[in-house]
Nanobody, 125 residues
Framework: QVQLVESGGGLVQAGDSLRLSCTFS????????MGWFRQAPGKERELVAG????????YYADSVKGRFTISRNNPEKTLYLQMNSLKPEDTAVYYC??????????????????WGQGTQVTVSS
């Protein structure tokens, strides 16, 4: 059974940094495309960053490009999201997700099969 557990969220000030982690248990991690999504109150859940199984390809939403970095450690079955220069508009619940079918990065929420419980990131101005 697949389980994803996020950690690393918190309350920070604008301009600060945070690193989110997502630990994975269950089936083979290294073959799964992974993504970080976020959902702010009243808004749709959106893909922030994605990474292929071997880490060879990444994707970033325009809103975080140049500030966020997604990475993974396959032997340790952990996914990371380094967030720098945080802005108040980055405030949201952040979720990690795994896609068991596609080897390319998918952008839609419904293409991901496994989800963590989410971790709150709050950025004050």
């Amino acid at each position: 059974q697949v389980q994803l557990v996020e950690s690393g969220g918190g309350l920070v000030q604008a301009g600060d940094s945070l690193r989110l982690s997502c630990t994975f248990s269950g089936r083979t991690f290294s073959v799964l495309t992974m993504g970080w999504f976020r959902q702010a109150p009243g808004k749709e859940r959106e893909l922030v960053a994605g990474i292929t199984g071997n880490g060879g390809r990444t994707y970033y939403a325009d809103s975080v490009k140049g500030r966020f970095t997604i990475s993974r450690n396959n032997p340790e079955k952990t996914l990371y999201l380094q967030m720098n220069s945080l802005k108040p508009e980055d405030t949201a619940v952040y979720y990690c997700a795994a896609d068991r079918y596609y080897t390319t990065i998918q952008y839609r929420r419904q293409d991901y099969d496994y989800w963590g419980q989410g971790t709150q990131v709050t950025v004050s101005s």
